[in-house]
């Protein structure tokens, strides 16, 4: 089972104005989500987010998500291949789900699907 290709990158940061200015230069535009605690871009079919503190899965790197078409049968076969499951399968709002596992290296690898 393969992957459509990376959908969102979401990078932790500790101050959520001077990130946004950074990434709104970065990227030539501005945010299409902009809160206390988030703000996203969505840029050429992809979404780069900014997470206050690392949101509530204390991120400390960014993470990021590979859209793939079935959640559970993806996050099973990278269990099987030596991941572990740092964050279950999850309603986020809107349709889509997400979960993380870590690699045999400690990196966070992110699933996400939209129904």
Do not use: C
Request: charged residues 20%; proline residues 5%; aromatic residues 6%.
């Amino acid at each position: 089972m393969t992957t459509k290709g990376i959908k969102t990158v979401l990078h932790p940061v500790s101050d959520l104005g001077k990130a946004k200015e950074v990434y709104a230069a970065l990227l030539g535009i501005q945010p299409q989500t902009d809160s206390s605690y988030y703000v996203g871009f969505d840029i050429g079919g992809q979404h780069v987010g900014l997470v206050l503190g690392g949101g509530p899965q204390a991120m400390t790197a960014p993470v990021t998500y590979w859209e793939v078409d079935d959640i559970e049968a993806k996050l099973a076969e990278v269990v099987a291949a030596g991941g572990t499951v740092n964050d279950p399968v999850r309603e986020v709002g809107g349709g889509r789900i997400v979960a993380t596992v870590t690699d045999p290296d400690g990196n966070v690898l992110g699933l996400l699907q939209d129904r």
